[in-house]
T-cell receptor, first 113, second 110 residues
Framework: DVKVTQSSRYLVKRTGEKVFLECVQDMDHENMFWYRQDPGLGLRLIYFSYDVKMKEKGDIPEGYSVSREKKERFSLILESASTSQTSMYLC????????????FGNGTRLTVT | GQQLNQSPQSMFIQEGEDVSMNCTSSSIFNTWLWYKQEPGEGPVLLIALYKAGELTSNGRLTAQFGITRKDSFLNISASIPSDVGIYFCAGGGSQGNLIFGKGTKLSVKP
């Protein structure tokens, strides 16, 4: 079974802090994704990566950046956290890009105060 | 852009009842996926559909890829309390990306 592990289940940060959310997958998947999930808005794609050191903007990239230095690891960075970024963050991976099923981690619930 | 309409938004049912939910779009999709998310967890893949008209079962769950390629249905038979959660559909478009519905929240009363 594919395992996608997010380093933290819960995080509380202050406004203006730099925040790192880490994600690791163990199945040698090419593609990795970061989503945020908010009530009533569903899943929204922030960034994705289809190869090491490659990244593509999703639907809501503003205020975020990403890093993929190794195939198995994909990091989401909030350069200066704001209260509007309080949300559930989900990392996912897939074998290939073309409509392959995504395998999700358990999520990180981030609260920015 | 492509959008999915998932309905109903929520359902409150009695244990033992059958459940139906669906996703529709004005766009054609090449893939339909159904996920379940339990409280505090990430979504887990239930069923993947790759061909128009395809009907696939996973235990008490059955999903269909609509003939028009613009919709998909998920049915749960004889619901049990552990079916509680949010069910998401996702459509795979021509650009290779997945579009998610906003989810159907299922509550089951014992």
């Amino acid at each position: 079974d594919v395992k996608v592990t997010q380093s933290s289940r819960y995080l509380v940060k202050r406004t203006g802090e730099k925040v790192f959310l880490e994600c690791v997958q163990d199945m040698d998947h090419e593609n990795m994704f970061w989503y945020r999930q908010d009530p009533g808005l569903g899943l929204r794609l922030i960034y994705f990566s289809y190869d090491v050191k490659m990244k593509e903007k999703g639907d809501i990239p503003e205020g975020y950046s990403v890093s993929r230095e190794k195939k198995e690891r994909f990091s989401l960075i909030l350069e200066s956290a704001s209260t509007s970024q309080t949300s559930m963050y989900l990392c996912a991976s897939s074998l290939v890009y073309d409509n392959s099923p995504l395998h999700f981690g358990n999520g990180t619930r981030l609260t920015v105060t | 852009g492509q959008q999915l309409n998932q309905s109903p938004q929520s359902m409150f049912i009695q244990e033992g009842e059958d459940v139906s939910m669906n996703c529709t779009s004005s766009s054609i999709f090449n893939t339909w996926l159904w996920y379940k998310q339990e409280p505090g967890e990430g979504p887990v893949l239930l069923i993947a559909l790759y061909k128009a008209g395809e009907l696939t079962s996973n235990g008490r769950l059955t999903a269909q890829f609509g003939i028009t390629r613009k919709d998909s249905f998920l049915n749960i038979s004889a619901s049990i309390p552990s079916d509680v959660g949010i069910y998401f559909c996702a459509g795979g478009g021509s650009q290779g990306n997945l579009i998610f519905g906003k989810g159907t929240k299922l509550s089951v009363k014992p």
